[in-house]
């Protein structure tokens, strides 16, 4: 194992004050993009907001074309959005001169789903990992930059790094293309690696080492992630000490702390989507146990969204003349956010019990974090995919 260099404060200013918390890396406002089709606009993303805080994890989950990478792209400024605003530590992309662009074009890198085709199959690995440090000039010298880029690959965990120096990628695994492109972003010293589905198309035992290095990089370099994936069980993994926010249609529907976003999900799409993951994990397995059928597969159209809740149409809990009126806004109760119309009137109705209770002489109300099941507990449990 390599050794790693301690993270520096990098490409941006620090945060103002020293004893106030800090900034977030990465604010999504009220995002959107909508694009013009054939058939009319689509809102893709349709007011997002987000933050990625310095070396923790915000995992996006959810189906197919729910907009995780069109947030993604929007996010390291690869396309402009339609409407809201990208912050990066508290500047806005769009208020950014040409030196503050550079300097977060080099703090955020993106890693794409496919290793092999995001390399340029003509060069070596060598050639590579040190062409954007050759343009930056970040190294002088052939010698400092094969240096360099063995470093790097011991980062990646691609050792001895001789034996991948001068290779090709049709010479290397899926595995090893997609840590030589985890090299290549982390040759800009990142702050915030976008991974949009960076390890799905890996067999299982090469995707958990690939994770266990990305954790690594995530705790020992402070680099924060932005991690899209479809696969539940690969969130609980990897942003276990982060935030999971579940996107539909567009929109974020439930976000909050993974421990309690898997352990007691709130909002009826993500139980969905917990229930539907075969997953002998014993966490994911009870959800599973819990969880009611969807009564449609079937996916709106962004071009015909339905009235009200998005997700009437297939939920299970749709109750008529409440889901399909108005649509349901993002309310924060206890570090969770969640949009839904029942969960929210089933919460009021227990406050309302609460202070029933308080009033009863002798009563005692449950201590701070008391619950009937402390998400922390499912930390120990063993995950296999
Ligand atoms: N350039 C574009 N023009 C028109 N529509 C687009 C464009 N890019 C994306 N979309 C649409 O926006 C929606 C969101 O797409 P996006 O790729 O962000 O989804 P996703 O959540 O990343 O899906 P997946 O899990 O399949 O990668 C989809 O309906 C998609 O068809
Ligand atoms: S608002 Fe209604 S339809 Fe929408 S998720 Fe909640 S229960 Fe289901
Ligand atoms: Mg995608």
Same mark, same amino acid.
């Given at each position: 194992m390599s050794e790693v260099p301690t993270r520096r404060p990098a490409h941006g200013p620090e945060p103002e004050g020293a004893s106030r918390p800090p900034a977030p890396l990465l604010k999504l406002s009220g995002l959107e993009q909508v694009f013009d089709t054939k058939?009319?606009?689509?809102?893709?993303?349709?007011?997002?907001?987000?933050?990625?805080?310095?070396g923790k994890v915000l995992c996006l989950v959810g189906e197919s074309g729910c907009g995780k990478t069109t947030t993604a792209r929007a996010a390291a400024g690869i396309t402009r959005p339609t409407g809201g605003s990208v912050e990066f530590r508290g500047r806005a992309l769009d208020a950014m001169n040409a030196a503050e662009r550079a300097r977060f074009r080099r703090a955020v890198q993106y890693i794409h789903q496919d290793p092999y085709a995001a390399l340029n199959p003509t060069r070596t690995v060598y050639s590579t990992l040190t062409a954007g440090l050759k343009r930056h000039g970040l190294v002088k010298g052939k010698a400092e930059a094969r240096a360099k880029a063995a470093e790097l690959l011991r980062l990646v965990d691609l050792t001895p790094p001789e034996s991948y120096l001068d290779a090709y990628p049709h010479q290397l695994s899926g595995g090893q293309r997609q840590r030589v492109n985890v090299a290549?972003?982390?040759?800009?010293?990142?702050?915030?690696? $976008?991974?949009d589905e960076?390890?799905?198309?890996?067999?299982?035992?090469? &995707?958990?080492?690939?994770?266990?290095?990305?954790?690594?990089? &995530?705790?020992?370099?402070?680099?924060?992630?932005?991690? $899209?994936?479809?696969?539940?069980?690969?969130?609980?993994?990897?942003?276990?000490?982060?935030?999971?926010?579940?996107?539909?249609?567009?929109?974020?529907?439930?976000?909050?702390?993974?421990?309690?976003?898997?352990?007691?999900?709130?909002?009826?799409?993500?139980?969905?989507? $917990?229930?539907?993951?075969?997953?002998?994990?014993?966490?994911?397995?009870?959800?599973?146990?819990?969880?009611?059928?969807?009564?449609?597969?079937? $996916?709106?159209?962004?071009?015909?969204?339905?009235?009200?809740?998005?997700?009437h149409p297939r939920c299970p809990a749709f109750e008529p003349g409440l889901c399909d009126g108005a649509e349901p806004s993002l309310q924060v109760a206890s570090r969770r956010r969640v949009s839904c119309h029942v969960?929210?009137?089933?919460?009021?109705?227990?406050?309302?019990?609460?202070?029933?209770?308080?009033?009863?002489?002798?009563? &005692?109300?449950?201590?701070?974090?008391?619950?009937?099941?402390?998400?922390?507990?499912? &930390?120990?449990?063993?995950?296999?995919?």
């Amino acid at each position: 194992m390599s050794e790693v260099p301690t993270r520096r404060p990098a490409h941006g200013p620090e945060p103002e004050g020293a004893s106030r918390p800090p900034a977030p890396l990465l604010k999504l406002s009220g995002l959107e993009q909508v694009f013009d089709t054939k058939k009319g606009p689509v809102a893709a993303v349709g007011g997002v907001d987000l933050e990625v805080k310095p070396g923790k994890v915000l995992c996006l989950v959810g189906e197919s074309g729910c907009g995780k990478t069109t947030t993604a792209r929007a996010a390291a400024g690869i396309t402009r959005p339609t409407g809201g605003s990208v912050e990066f530590r508290g500047r806005a992309l769009d208020a950014m001169n040409a030196a503050e662009r550079a300097r977060f074009r080099r703090a955020v890198q993106y890693i794409h789903q496919d290793p092999y085709a995001a390399l340029n199959p003509t060069r070596t690995v060598y050639s590579t990992l040190t062409a954007g440090l050759k343009r930056h000039g970040l190294v002088k010298g052939k010698a400092e930059a094969r240096a360099k880029a063995a470093e790097l690959l011991r980062l990646v965990d691609l050792t001895p790094p001789e034996s991948y120096l001068d290779a090709y990628p049709h010479q290397l695994s899926g595995g090893q293309r997609q840590r030589v492109n985890v090299a290549r972003s982390l040759a800009m010293d990142p702050e915030l690696l $976008i991974c949009d589905e960076s390890t799905s198309m890996l067999d299982v035992s090469i &995707r958990v080492s690939l994770l266990n290095t990305l954790g690594r990089l &995530r705790d020992e370099l402070d680099v924060g992630f932005l991690f $899209i994936t479809h696969d539940l069980a690969v969130a609980k993994y990897f942003a276990w000490d982060g935030e999971i926010a579940v996107m539909y249609l567009g929109k974020v529907v439930e976000h909050g702390p993974t421990p309690e976003v898997i352990g007691n999900p709130q909002h009826p799409y993500t139980k969905a989507l $917990i229930g539907a993951v075969c997953e002998p994990d014993p966490d994911l397995a009870r959800a599973n146990r819990s969880a009611e059928q969807l009564r449609s597969a079937e $996916i709106p159209s962004l071009h015909d969204l339905p009235a009200g809740c998005a997700f009437h149409p297939r939920c299970p809990a749709f109750e008529p003349g409440l889901c399909d009126g108005a649509e349901p806004s993002l309310q924060v109760a206890s570090r969770r956010r969640v949009s839904c119309h029942v969960v929210d009137r089933d919460r009021e109705r227990a406050e309302d019990r609460t202070v029933t209770f308080e009033a009863v002489p002798g009563s &005692r109300r449950p201590a701070s974090g008391e619950t009937a099941e402390d998400p922390q507990t499912l &930390r120990g449990a063993a995950w296999s995919a």
